[in-house]
């Protein structure tokens, strides 16, 4: 069961035991998430949807981030104003043993053989 919005600042996220595979492979699919994703797990913490310079719009952006949010990727929560974002690695550890570790591996080995 997705968890409740409590206010209209609350966004819904999927519970530990609703993340899927095929909805994480999904979402990570996408070249512009897959970055987002490598940015934040390269963070020390969260960043906010500002932090990322994504040469798409804004709209497309956001797009992006609500498709990692509903498929258990990431969690996003309003602090003040800023819709800061981090990466669920303890969820998706404890569902997938090893695969993140794997797909940014990977993911960052394409990007230095592909300059991107």
């Excluded at 709209?59 to 602090?79: A, M, P």
């Amino acid at each position: 069961m997705t968890s409740p919005a409590v206010s209209s600042r609350d966004l819904p996220h999927p519970v530990r035991g609703e993340i899927r595979l095929e909805g994480v492979l999904h979402a990570l699919s996408d070249p512009m998430r897959l970055r987002i994703v490598r940015e934040l797990a390269a963070a020390s913490g969260e960043l906010s949807c500002s932090d990322f310079e994504l040469p798409v719009t804004k709209s497309t952006t956001t797009h992006h981030f609500r498709v990692l949010r509903e498929s258990g990727v990431i969690r996003q929560v309003y602090r003040g104003t800023a819709k800061m974002n981090g990466l669920r690695r303890d969820d998706l550890d404890e569902l997938f043993p090893g695969l993140m570790h794997a797909l940014l591996d990977a993911a960052g080995r394409q990007a230095v053989r592909v300059g991107g």
